[in-house]
């Protein structure tokens, strides 16, 4: 991205991430430990919404995206549980298996392209539910308990401070991937495909290629994001990966901006989060809240928080090229 | 040796036979035209040669290669690239970034090194982009490189389209309506870019309804009614030829001449 506009922008810009940074860093001692867990479940949910958000970028609308989540904090749970495997070693298993189910799932699913992936996508959602609950082995209902924490030679992750500073790496981890990938010809031709498949399959780009790509990959960052999960949670249910929370997360990509490859899905979740919290809207009220939001979002911030910000700040830092409202 | 043949090709949608038999030769850096009355079949020939249907029947050869089973985006790669009838853009994209994704295809770097950032991989993008630059410029888009694509004027949104299928290097550039909507001054700059482009030493298919584009332009037309090919030859001849007359204008009943030119 070229940073010849503005170079006090720049200057600014620098200083603003300086000082995210250190807030981000001492975040955990400043605010009640509530708010720390907070956090955590935004840091974790905004990986998940990344992972949304590569796939819609390349014009796969999934409402599985929770779904893909629950497959990674169950494959870390039933290792951790049953197997006895280490923390460090669930983390990658459970990204790299959760990659894998993408793939031979996306080799069928990906063909099918538009409203029919949706529509499996949705149909796949209703499945993992109604499946873990189900097998026994999987758990069932009651869920799984009594996953180990992770450690560190003789230091166990128990705190939420802990546990903030292992979700924030895993969110920089994720980010920079994302990044690296949004940055070279891959994010090109993804974004490509997504503003005109015709026109970009014209110029050569394997449409199936990049698409399996998208999805496997964002799997393995929610694979990975699952597995923490899991971890913190220390026991799962299946319900907590239905189509609903698909619906959520989709709904905080949507408020932090589609357009926003990586800012867009942290700084929706955070928001989303502490909102709801600070707000104390209930579960029952929940859905209610949040049809007003997507209300809100579609008449006056068609690309979110960040797409509402003014240019000057957002230009080039986050977003692959394009400048006005992502096409959602 | 032609550089693209097709034979026998057709396709049907249903009982409709959009193109019977249609048989092509192409030779190295010539200028082909497609004409035709509407519902002729031009765009179903488009696609088929660039690979959005599959013929029903016929095989298209293109370099002495079988390419009739080959998807669209292996075409492209293997030198067919098109522009579209309905302008098609990343209309969110800024002219530049429309031209850079063009040249997607001629990076070697595999996604590895694309993705680590290697330097063989950033430098093969800076190339690219130089490239991306210099089609612009050819183009005469250089000055609106950081527009978007969706505030150009029609025109240059027309050239823009000619611009990405030139950056992804063709050997056979297909170009549907180039000068659809355009007036006459930019009927004639396009025209001349055509001519340019072909310069440069690559073959052109060319559909148009333009007549006055076809004429200055062609080396070769070849006409198309519903679904056949009636005549093929120089403009002039084209231009002559009885049946073509009778395909656009009508029979003449009492056997008069149907022009009047």
């Known amino acids: 991205m070229n940073l010849r506009e503005q170079p006090r922008g720049d200057y600014a810009r620098y200083g603003v991430l300086a000082g995210v940074g250190l807030l981000l860093l001492s975040l955990p001692y400043l605010v009640p430990t509530y708010f720390a867990h907070l956090l955590i479940l935004a840091g974790l949910e905004s990986i998940v919404v990344m992972g949304f958000v590569v796939q819609l970028r390349v014009g796969l609308l999934s409402f599985a995206i929770a779904t893909m989540w629950g497959i990674g904090a169950y494959i870390s749970a039933l290792a951790s549980t049953t197997l006895g495997i280490d923390f460090w070693l669930c983390l990658p298993l459970s990204a790299m298996g959760t990659a894998l189910i993408a793939f031979i799932i996306g080799l069928i699913i990906i063909r099918a392209g538009g409203v029919t992936f949706l529509m499996i996508t949705i149909v796949m959602a209703e499945i993992f539910v109604e499946a873990v609950g189900h097998l026994s082995v999987l758990g069932g209902w009651q869920g799984i308990w009594g996953i180990h924490p992770p450690t560190i030679g003789s230091f166990v992750f128990v705190s939420k401070v802990s546990y903030y500073y292992l979700t924030l790496g895993l969110v920089m981890l994720c980010a920079l991937i994302f990044y690296a990938l949004y940055r070279s010809p891959i994010g090109a031709a993804w974004t490509a495909i997504g503003r005109s498949s015709d026109l970009a399959a014209s110029v050569g780009i394997n449409l199936f290629r990049y698409r399996l790509a998208a999805y496997v990959i964002a799997a393995f960052t929610v694979g990975l994001s699952g597995s923490v999960y899991a971890h913190y949670m220390c026991f799962l249910v299946p319900q907590s990966f239905d189509i609903v929370r698909s619906i959520y997360l989709l709904i905080y990509g949507l408020v932090g901006g589609i357009g926003f490859t990586i800012a867009g899905p942290i700084i929706g979740s955070v928001t989303m989060n502490l909102i709801t919290e600070v707000l104390r809207v209930g579960d029952k009220y929940q859905p209610i809240f949040l049809g007003g939001v997507i209300v809100l979002v579609a008449l006056l911030f068609r690309n979110g928080i960040l797409g509402a910000l003014p240019r000057y700040i957002t230009h080039g830092l986050w977003r692959r090229w394009g400048r006005s409202n992502a096409n959602f | ?261």
Not at chain 2, 21 to 37: A, S, T, V
Not at chain 2, 95 to 101: A, F, I, Q, S
Not at chain 2, 216 to 235: F, M, N
């Open chain 2, 1 to 261: 040796m032609p550089i693209f043949e097709c034979h026998e090709l057709s396709k049907d949608f249903g009982g409709l036979k959009a193109v019977s038999d249609l048989d092509l030769e192409i030779n190295p850096k010539e200028i082909r035209g497609i004409i035709g009355p509407n519902g002729a079949g031009k765009t179903t020939v488009f696609n088929l040669i660039s690979g959005v249907y599959p013929p029903s029947r016929g095989t298209v050869v293109f370099k002495e290669e079988d390419i009739t089973k080959l998807p669209v985006h292996v075409r492209a790669q293997r030198g067919i690239t098109r522009t579209f009838q309905v302008t098609n853009l990343f209309m969110d994209s800024t002219v530049y970034e429309n031209v850079c994704v063009g040249c997607h295809q001629n990076y070697k770097s595999g996604s590895v090194r694309q993705f680590l950032h290697t330097p063989l991989a950033r430098a093969e993008q800076k190339t690219e982009r130089e490239r991306a630059l210099e089609i612009l410029t050819f183009m005469g888009l250089g000055s609106l490189k950081e527009e978007l694509a969706r505030s150009l004027p029609y025109g240059y949104q027309r050239t823009l389209g000619i611009c990405v299928a030139l950056a992804a290097s063709p050997t056979l550039l297909l170009l549907d309506e180039p000068v659809a909507g355009m007036n006459p001054e930019e009927t004639a700059v396009t025209v001349e870019l055509v001519r340019k482009i072909r310069d440069r030493g690559i073959t052109i298919l060319i559909v148009e309804h333009d007549m006055w584009a076809i004429k200055t332009l062609c080396d070769k037309v070849s006409v198309l009614e519903s679904g056949r090919k009636i005549a093929e030859g120089t403009p002039d001849e084209i231009m002559s030829n009885r049946r073509v007359i009778e395909a656009y204008l009508g029979k003449d009943e009492e056997g008069g001449d149907a022009t009047r030119s």
